[in-house]
């Protein structure tokens, strides 16, 4: 190629696939890329543009943001082409390559390799850069074949391969993973806390009281770097699907080893932490633990917090609303009917688990995590695939998912909390206090418990034992309809 042709400058594109330890002779670095195009511009006598590089992206896609940047300045007529160091920085895919070029040459552009220097003109030359280009893809698909290999052989020895440790673990000496002491009890409540019912913004906040690890990759100076950020309740589901807590390790094309080290949860929280709920939210947020869900007999309203004279806290009915006026308003103190209703919550739950389990609720359970274990084990069988083709493979394990999420739905949201996990809920309970999680607190109550109804006392004595005037209503214990906030309802007594 003569330099008469090339009078625009040519840019210098360098391409790294991997930069962590990377060395040897097959490891170009980016500055000694960028060296050999600039001794061959030289040499050649070409003016050397701009230097464009792609750190950590492979060759095989040409869908790159540096290598784009290049191609449209040819485009443009800004310069006349680019230099690489080898034909592989360029592309090791064959399809791609060839039709990347093409589009260089009707652009009127070059492609200049310092280590070959191909007369595309004739077809010796378009076939000597076409093998080299080949070999390029066959180093890519053999490097590939065998990290592959080297993962699957990992994941069968129960090392986890993925860089960060997920939350609530710590890798011992020898990669496997280990429960991570107060880490580790904090993920197992909070898949309680979920299967029993509670939000993911409850969740959110009792891991943030908690101080559990969560970190993402912000690109800064010198690259991807990890960054710690606080919990938010989008971030909860898809830390609730990680496998990792049922003691399975995994690697990228699907291969699992199941009891690859000790399991957070069992398989029947696990499952019960994937259902989507449709359940009534018990309040806003508010710094009484009762808000939204204390309600006056005398109507069905809420009653609302209030502060009196000498900082005596109540929760009060409002009497008056859309629906009407209430003739029978109750008043109730707030210190006093908190600690009665958390007494309450935990003697309801302990009396729970004494009983004797539902057996159909339980079958149910164990039901879903067959469906469960039946989906992946179709999702994940390479062979099947193969035998079936990519389509009829998707449709049949889009079959088995929709059983597995039919079978899910199929349990019923009474659950008690008490079967999660084994985790006290005395301690959790006691956990949310020490960290002043009022939400977390109300939003374990509103998984247990529908309404708390407070009647008008009896007489201003005090010390009225708050038994003849508060009723709780479990969940499914029976059908309430209840006013909400912008709706007319009425007024309506409740009485027990």
Known sequence: MSPKKITKPLDIYVRVSDTRGRAGDSFISPKDQEARCRALALARGYGVGEVFTDLDKSGGTM?????????????????????????????????????????????????????????????????????????GQLYREQIADNWQTAKKHAVDRGIHIAPRIPPGYKKNGGGRLEPDGKNGETIKKAFAMVASGASYAAVAKYLNDRELPSWHKVRGKKGLVQEAITWQPNRIKRLLENRVYLGEARSGNGHTKEGAHEALVSPETWTLAQRQKER????????????????????????????????????????????????ETSVVSRKPIDEYVLSQFLAHIEAEADQVVDDETESLVAAAVEAEHAYRAILENAELARALGPVDHGRLAVTYRQKWEEAQANIPDT????????????????????????????????????????RRAASRARNLPFADRVHIVWQGEEELELPTRGETFGIRQYSW
């Open 280 to 327: 009534r939210e018990p309040t806003a947020k508010s710094s009484a633990l009762l808000a939204g869900l204390i309600r006056c007999a005398g109507c069905s309203h809420a009653m609302r917090p209030q502060s009196q004279a000498r900082d005596l806290e109540i929760y009060r009915c409002m009497k008056h609303s859309a629906g009407g006026t209430c003739e």
């Open 415 to 454: 659950r008690s909390v008490s079967g999660a996990g084994n985790v006290s809920l005395a301690k959790l309970v006691a956990d949310l206090q020490d960290a002043g999680n009022v939400d977390g607190l109300r939003e374990l109550l509103g998984s247990a418990m529908q309404a708390v109804f407070v």
């Open 63 to 135: 869908d790159r943001p540096a290598f784009n940047q290049a191609l449209r300045r040819i485009e443009d007529g800004i310069s006349s082409g680019i230099i690489v160091a080898r034909m592989d920085r360029f592309s090791r895919t064959l399809k791609g390559a060839i039709q990347t070029i093409e589009d260089i040459e009707k652009a009127g552009g070059y492609l200049i390799e310092c280590d070959g220097d191909w007369d595309t003109s004739t077809p010796m030359g378009r076939f000597g850069r076409d093998l080299v280009i080949r070999l």
